[in-house]
């Protein structure tokens, strides 16, 4: 290939060639299958996951995810199944070794792959904005930054903290993030990690790790791509993925599986919605009641 495909019609293109050319078992293929093809793919895409900007601004949201946009793209990925052009990996990252042995030529998946491909894979590689579909407006807007939390336990008196704040401040050093990301992958929690890295020179010759910061940054975030705030989020992925394999089983239409996924989601939404709300009125201050005064 000449040049890096841009689109998803030049990858679905690319993956054709490839798999003429030998990669047989696989043209293309992802990890964390609803992540990719649902949560990066709206925001990346300037579309709506679901109303209330994705969740963040109530529990009252509701997912929209199976517009005509999406169910295009599950249509094709369900076309390209057939040859292998797309091979469907599952719903975890197990599936990165495919990429790392060479099955796999062109792969989606978190940039917190870096390190595990840099020490398996036996050929050269880099990494690409996610595809997008030129005819849809706005597109490419920006991703979403995905990864873990640190959880903190409440109910304790601010001295017992401390030890709390100190690991905060030794995981946010500015050395050591740019470390971490410089090495794993991983976006840096830190703008300045991320201005030290690039004053050190080392996307010159490591320009892989910047491609997510760039995709992060490349506009100015919408209620579509600024993040998400679904209850049940972990469980609903589940769901979702459960969709798209039966979709690419040929089980059901895409409309259909999309149709089923958002169904099934608006009823976790509802439950966790009712939940929620049970849970703030029993936290609430109970009013107190105004005492009468008799005259004496």
Same mark, same amino acid.
């Given at each position: 290939?000449?040049?890096?495909?841009?689109?998803?019609?030049?990858?679905?293109?690319?993956?054709?060639?490839?798999?003429?050319?030998?990669?047989?078992?696989?043209?293309?293929?992802?990890?964390?299958?609803?992540?990719?093809?649902?949560?990066?793919?709206?925001?990346?895409?300037? @579309?709506?996951?679901? #109303? &209330? =900007?994705? $969740?963040?601004?109530?529990?009252?949201? /509701?997912?929209?995810?199976?517009?005509?946009?999406?169910?295009?793209?599950?249509?094709?990925?369900?076309?390209?199944?057939?040859?292998?052009?797309?091979?469907?990996?599952?719903?975890?990252?197990?599936?990165?070794?495919?990429?790392?042995?060479?099955?796999?030529?062109?792969?989606?998946?978190?940039?917190?792959?870096?390190?595990?491909?840099?020490?398996?894979?036996?050929?050269?590689?880099?990494?690409?904005?996610?595809?997008?579909?030129?005819?849809?407006?706005?597109?490419?807007?920006?991703?979403?930054?995905?990864?873990?939390?640190?959880?903190?336990?409440?109910?304790?008196?601010?001295?017992?903290?401390?030890?709390?704040?100190?690991?905060?401040?030794?995981?946010?050093?500015?050395?050591?993030?740019?470390?971490?990301?410089?090495?794993?992958?991983?976006?840096?929690?830190?703008?300045? @990690?991320?201005?030290? #890295? &690039? =004053?050190? $020179?080392?996307?010159?010759?490591?320009? /892989?790790?910047?491609?997510?910061?760039?995709?992060?940054?490349?506009?100015?975030?919408?209620?579509?791509?600024?993040?998400?705030?679904?209850?049940?989020?972990?469980?609903?992925?589940?769901?979702?993925?459960?969709?798209?394999?039966?979709?690419?089983?040929?089980?059901?239409?895409?409309?259909?599986?999309?149709?089923?996924?958002?169904?099934?989601?608006?009823?976790?939404?509802?439950?966790?919605?009712?939940?929620?709300?049970?849970?703030?009125?029993?936290?609430?201050?109970?009013?107190?009641?105004?005492?009468?005064?008799?005259?004496?």
């Amino acid at each position: 290939m000449a040049e890096i495909p841009k689109t998803w019609p030049e990858v679905f293109a690319a993956a054709k060639k490839l798999k003429a050319a030998g990669h047989e078992t696989c043209g293309f293929s992802n990890a964390w299958a609803s992540w990719a093809h649902i949560e990066q793919f709206s925001a990346w895409h300037n @579309a709506p996951i679901g #109303t &209330k =900007a994705n $969740g963040l601004d109530g529990f009252d949201t /509701v997912l929209t995810f199976n517009s005509p946009l999406h169910v295009k793209h599950l249509q094709n990925l369900i076309d390209l199944q057939k040859d292998k052009t797309y091979d469907y990996s599952g719903r975890e990252n197990k599936s990165e070794a495919r990429f790392g042995s060479g099955e796999c030529a062109i792969f989606l998946t978190s940039s917190g792959y870096y390190a595990t491909a840099k020490s398996t894979a036996k050929f050269d590689f880099t990494s690409a904005p996610m595809p997008y579909y030129p005819d849809a407006a706005g597109a490419p807007q920006n991703s979403i930054i995905g990864g873990a939390s640190l959880w903190v336990m409440g109910g304790k008196k601010p001295d017992e903290y401390k030890g709390v704040a100190k690991f905060f401040t030794f995981l946010s050093d500015t050395n050591r993030q740019a470390k971490l990301h410089q090495e794993s992958g991983y976006l840096p929690i830190t703008k300045a @990690a991320y201005e030290k #890295t &690039k =004053a050190d $020179g080392f996307y010159e010759k490591n320009p /892989v790790p910047e491609t997510p910061l760039k995709e992060l940054t490349n506009k100015e975030p919408t209620e579509n791509s600024r993040g998400l705030r679904f209850g049940n989020m972990v469980q609903m992925r589940d769901v979702w993925a459960e969709q798209i394999e039966a979709a690419l089983a040929g089980q059901k239409t895409a409309q259909q599986a999309l149709d089923d996924a958002v169904a099934k989601g608006n009823a976790m939404l509802r439950t966790f919605e009712k939940d929620g709300k049970v849970e703030q009125s029993a936290l609430a201050p109970s009013p107190r009641r105004k005492r009468s005064r008799s005259a004496t």
